[in-house]
């Protein structure tokens, strides 16, 4: 059973900067695409970054040049380093991560999520 835990979030000033981390445990997961997404009120989730398992690395173009996926297999850990955050970031974000090896998007396990606010 692979678990997804996410912390970080916060409220925060626009324009200011929040450092999020999804831990994994059950499995390693140093093969798999892991992600983040958000959900605003009233909205649908939304993909923002994803992180291959050989590094390769999708932003979502909203968040392109402000965001910031990395992952550490050692620690089975990813993390998603946000700047320039804007009152339109507001949102519960989700990590993701894939089942299978090798994969380029994830979409089979889903953390809790963590809120992020950004004050005007």
């Known amino acids: 059973q692979v678990q997804l835990v996410e912390s970080g979030g916060g409220l925060v000033q626009a324009g200011g900067s929040l450092r999020l981390s999804c831990e994994a445990s059950?499995?390693?997961?140093?093969?798999?695409?892991m992600g983040w997404f958000r959900q605003a009120p009233g909205k649908d989730r939304e993909f923002v970054a994803a992180?291959?398992?050989?590094?390769?690395?999708y932003y979502a173009d909203s968040v392109k040049g402000r965001f910031t996926i990395s992952r550490d297999n050692v620690k089975n850990t990813a993390y998603l380093q946000m700047y320039s955050l804007k009152p339109e970031d507001t949102a519960r974000y989700y990590c993701?991560?894939?089942?299978?090896?090798?994969?380029?998007?994830?979409?089979?396990?889903w953390g809790q999520g963590t809120q992020v606010t950004v004050s005007s």
């Open positions: 992180i291959t398992w050989s590094g390769s690395v």
């Open positions: 059950g499995r390693t997961l140093s093969r798999n695409a």
């Open positions: 993701a991560a894939d089942s299978s090896p090798n994969s380029d998007y994830p979409n089979d396990y």
